[in-house]
Each structure stands twice: as structure tokens, then as C-alpha cells.
């Protein structure tokens, strides 16, 4: 496969942005032992370049000007944050060309759950909600009955749900997050959005086989430097799949907007790719492709984003009516039509 280097002319769309935090913030999940905890992050034996804490504040105006720093470095035009984050709120109203909101639930208190997403719905205009299955204590799966009522509120408000799959970093059990449980999800809810964040591992082609399946899942690069993508995830954008994967970082926990961006440019995408992981994929599920316009940066002339479904926010029409798909292009895993 040739390699294609990366345009420099889309405004990036991140699904998984933040602010930094003072190092006396604990972000490790309630449910890690306290023998087990992260210190500068709740899964720090994973990473070697953690962002240092030293300098960072509770003053949001500071925070909202870093990240936005490093966004406007980069060429990041919108960034998805979390309401849990006190900046995240102030950032969006302050600047609502660039930060676009999610909440974060758990699915144990079902009643405030379904109240905390239409709240913030109603009160800020959320663009999705998130989930981290293995970080509830007790834990639940991605299947869970306790969750049915957060997907049932998703859909009926055309919200996407961005849910951590896979293996978790920090250390609690795995069991909540395997990605076979998305199954009975996606069945049960067909007109549900769901993204898969943090990488699916060990289960990259099990994720890439229920993409297949379908129309409403999708999956974020969130949390993994690009030289670490797996490759199923690498071959299915290629080929089948072009629609369904969608840029998602780390910053500022790790690794940052710079590492990533400079790594982006050895991910070998084929050049049709390229629009639709940046930002087309990213404004469809969001419901930002009509509703938000942003410049590419440097003021340049943004490139054309991709083919945007017709059909209804994120579900995407299986079949031959597809153009990325052609009888001579191999669907991962020997799938073929």
C-alpha cells in the first residue's frame, strides 16, 4: 500500500480532548485498589510520556488557553470535552466554534443518569455522552440492563454514546468492557450511535467484524499514540470502513496533541481516508456537519471532507452503495459480500 502523507489543510475534529488538572487531582477510578493506584495517571505503567502537572492550575481562563494553544498547533479546529472537567462548560460557552460538550455517566444511579444527560442537554446542548463500563464499582457491562435506559435517552435524543472498550488501563477487571457484549447492544437499539474508545484490545478484529454488522457502531482512536493503532483498525479504514473510524486523542493526559499529530503522518491511510477520520466521521456522529463551520488552519482552503451519509446522524447504509468498496478490495478478516 502506497504510503499518503497527511493533508495539512483539514481542521481536525477531536473526540477525546481535555484540560490539564493540578497534581492533586485524582483521576484514578474509585474502584482501583489502593496498592494499585496511578500517580500521575491512573494507568501510567502504559505510558512513558506523561505530561508533568508542574505549572498547572485551577485558573480555567489558563487552561482553556492551553489547550487551545495546542489545538491551534496542530490544526484541530473543534475539540470534544467533558462537563466533569469545571473548565469544560466555561470553554464551550466562551468559544463555541471550538469546544463542543459530552457528558460522562454511570449507569448505578439509572434514575440521575437519564436526569444528568437530559439536564445537559437542555442546559448546554451536549453532542454525546460517555461511559466507562470497568470504572463503575460494582462494575457493569457494556450490556448491562442498568445501561438500557442511558441508550434508550441517547436515541431518543440522537446522541452519540462514546464507550471505553476493551481492556482497561487502569487496574480493575475487564470483564465490563469485552467488546462481544456490544452485540446484544446494537441489537437491542438499532438506531443507537455508539463508538467504541480506547482501543477494543485485545479484540481489534472482533471490533472490526461488528463495524461490519452495524450501521450505528464506530470507533474512536482515543487514548492510543498513532504508531500504536492497530492494524485491523489501520486495514478496515482502508477498505470497508472509511466511514466508521473516527480520530479521537489523549491530550493533555497522555500522549499530547503534538506527539500525536507528528505521528499521524506515518499512519499509512490511503489518501481518501484521511478527510473522513479528521473530521467528516467526527461531524456526522457529533450532528456538527451542518450545524458548525470552522476555517482550516492557517487559512487555508479546507479540503473536501468526505461523502457524508444521507441517512439519519452516524448509521451508515451497509451494502454496494458504498464507494469505498470495490470487488477488488479484500474486507479484513476474509469477510466478503
Not at 62 to 68: F, G, M, R, S
Not at 312 to 337: A, F, H, K, Q, Y
Request: glycine share 8%; with cysteine; charged share 25%.
Amino acid at each position: 500500500m502506497p504510503h499518503v502523507t497527511r493533508p495539512d489543510d483539514i481542521s481536525a475534529i477531536d473526540t477525546l480532548i481535555g484540560f490539564r488538572s493540578p497534581a492533586d487531582v485524582d483521576r484514578n477510578p474509585a474502584n482501583v485498589r489502593p496498592s494499585q493506584r496511578g500517580d500521575r495517571h491512573p494507568a501510567d505503567y502504559m505510558y512513558r510520556d506523561i505530561p508533568a502537572t508542574a505549572g498547572a492550575t485551577d485558573d480555567e481562563t489558563v487552561v482553556i488557553a492551553d489547550t487551545l494553544s495546542a489545538m491551534d498547533r496542530n490544526g484541530v479546529g473543534i475539540g470534544l470535552v467533558a462537563t466533569s472537567h469545571p473548565a469544560a462548560v466555561v470553554a464551550a460557552a466562551a468559544h463555541p466554534d471550538r469546544f463542543v460538550l459530552a457528558s460522562q455517566v454511570d449507569a448505578r444511579d439509572v434514575v440521575g443518569a437519564v436526569r444528568e444527560i437530559r439536564g445537559a442537554h437542555a442546559d448546554h446542548g451536549i453532542r454525546a455522552v460517555s461511559t466507562f463500563p470497568a470504572g463503575t464499582s460494582p462494575q457493569l457491562r457494556i450490556d448491562d440492563a442498568a445501561w438500557y435506559a442511558v441508550y434508550a435517552t441517547c436515541v431518543e435524543l440522537g446522541l452519540p454514546v462514546f464507550v471505553t472498550v476493551g481492556v482497561p488501563g487502569p487496574r480493575v477487571p475487564m470483564a465490563g468492557q469485552h467488546v462481544e457484549a456490544i452485540d446484544q447492544v446494537m441489537y437491542d437499539f438499532p438506531e443507537l450511535v455508539m463508538v467504541m474508545r480506547h482501543g477494543a484490545e485485545p479484540w481489534p478484529d472482533l471490533a472490526v467484524k461488528l463495524m461490519l454488522k452495524w450501521p450505528g457502531l464506530h470507533y474512536s482512536t482515543s487514548a492510543f499514540a498513532p504508531k500504536h493503532y492497530p492494524r485491523a483498525i489501520v486495514d478496515y479504514a482502508n477498505t470497508r470502513g472509511v466511514e466508521k473510524i473516527i480520530y479521537g486523542g489523549y491530550h493533555p493526559y497522555a500522549p499530547e496533541l503534538d506527539r500525536i499529530f507528528r505521528e499521524l503522518d506515518d499512519v499509512p491511510f490511503r489518501d481518501h481516508v484521511w478527510g473522513p477520520f479528521l473530521r467528516a466521521n467526527a461531524a456526522r456522529v457529533l450532528g456538527l456537519d451542518r450545524a458548525v463551520a470552522v476555517p482550516a488552519p492557517n487559512g487555508a482552503t479546507p479540503a473536501s471532507p468526505g461523502r457524508v451519509s444521507r441517512r439519519r446522524r452516524g448509521v451508515l447504509p451497509p451494502g454496494r452503495d458504498d464507494p469505498t468498496c470495490s470487488p477488488d478490495v479484500e474486507p479484513p478478516g476474509g469477510m466478503r459480500r
